[in-house]
Nanobody
Framework: QVQLVESGGGLAQPGGSLRLSCAAS????????MGWYRQPPGKERELVAR???????AYADSVKGRFTISRDNAKNTVYLQMNNLKTEDTAVYYC???????????????WGQGTRVTVSS
């Protein structure tokens, strides 16, 4: 089985910073894409940022220039550095990873449990 465990959420003031981490563990052979989605209160889940195994990235327009995604392939971990936070960044943040497991053909998408980020003064 594969597990994704997130950490780093919490309360921040507008203009502040937080860093989220998400570590994948289990019978992992390979991970292709990793990334972050978020679900603001009362809204649908939306893509925040993603990165493929080669390092190519994509960001939501609302976070470009403020958020940076990175990953440590050796640790099966993806990070999201969030700077200049705004109140509209308040949401539950979920990480995902497309994982090839041992003895399983192909890649499957796995999700973390979510970590809450609240931006408020």
């Amino acid at each position: 089985q594969v597990q994704l465990v997130e950490s780093g959420g919490g309360l921040a003031q507008p203009g502040g910073s937080l860093r989220l981490s998400c570590a994948a563990s289990g019978t992992i052979v390979s991970i292709s894409g990793m990334g972050w989605y978020r679900q603001p209160p009362g809204k649908e889940r939306e893509l925040v940022a993603r990165m493929n195994q080669g390092g190519d990235t994509a960001y939501a327009d609302s976070v470009k220039g403020r958020f940076t995604i990175s990953r440590d392939n050796a640790k099966n971990t993806v990070y999201l550095q969030m700077n200049n936070l705004k109140t509209e960044d308040t949401a539950v943040y979920y990480c995902y990873a497309n994982v090839q497991e041992e003895y399983v053909t192909g890649f499957a998408e796995h999700w973390g449990q979510g970590t809450r980020v609240t931006v408020s003064s």
